[in-house]
């Protein structure tokens, strides 16, 4: 399958921790990509390859892959900065590039 | 510092053919390592992956888009070109050219040009 499935929201409090899932066959084989969306805007890589934040990125966004087939995203300390859409990206053995259907991270 | 910026017509009749093209600066499109390719997001929904194009020619696209999408590269300009034919109303987007980064650990997008509005309507 060349799927990649998100929750599509998810909300948390000001200073908490938040995690958002990203689940797919491909997930078996490559790490998954993540890109923080804002309104208006392109979307800007957090996390990539096994949790590797590109420079500027805080260190409260972190990344780790859990069973075979699950890929997550983690905020720990979440700053009203952070709301946004969040995708996963990945790729599949034939070159074909797929997403995640986004979430939208709601900061209250 | 590498920086990609699309143009284009912004308005495109059904049927007809959406071209684009992506100019970049900064950096060389002959890369031997990086990918140009190009990803759409119609108004309130989600990212979709159209293609991807190595300086070689060498290009994969979405099956979904296949038929109807063509990827060129033009090393002279420093430039890569999108075209989608047949277009139909559920092709308006906002159209992204970004570098792609393929590798044994997976892929990355980065990073993008600020994109173009792109609406099918007569």
């Known amino acids: 399958s060349s799927e990649l499935t998100q929750d599509p929201a998810v909300s948390v409090a000001v200073g908490q921790t938040v995690r958002i899932t990203c689940q797919g066959d491909s997930l078996r084989s490559y790490f998954a990509t993540w890109y923080q969306q804002k309104p208006g805007q392109a979307p800007v890589v957090v996390i990539y390859g096994e949790n590797d934040r590109p420079s500027g990125i805080p260190d409260r966004f972190s990344g780790s892959t859990s069973g075979d087939s699950t890929a997550s995203l983690t905020i720990i300390g979440a700053q009203a900065e952070d709301e946004a859409d969040y995708y996963c990206?990945?790729?599949?053995?034939?070159?074909?590039?797929?997403f995640g259907g986004g979430a939208k991270v709601t900061v209250l | 510092q590498l920086q990609l910026q699309e143009s284009g017509p912004g308005l495109v009749k059904p049927s007809e053919t959406l071209s684009l093209t992506c100019t970049v600066s900064g950096d060389s499109i002959s890369s031997t390592y990086y990918y140009w390719g190009w990803i759409r997001q119609p108004p309130g929904k989600g990212l979709e992956w159209i293609g991807n194009?190595?300086?070689?020619?060498?290009?994969y696209y979405n099956s979904a888009l296949k038929s109807r999408v063509t990827l060129s590269i033009d090393k002279s300009k420093n430039q890569f070109s999108l075209k989608l034919n047949s277009v139909t109303t559920a092709d308006t987007a906002v159209y992204y050219c970004?570098?792609?980064?393929?590798?044994?650990?997976?892929?990355?997008?980065?990073?993008w040009g600020q994109g173009i509005l792109v609406t099918v309507s007569s």
């Open positions: 194009i190595f300086y070689s020619g060498s290009a």
């Open positions: 970004a570098r792609l980064e393929m590798s044994y650990i997976g892929s990355r997008i980065d990073p």
């Open positions: 990206n990945s790729r599949d053995s034939s070159g074909n590039v797929m």
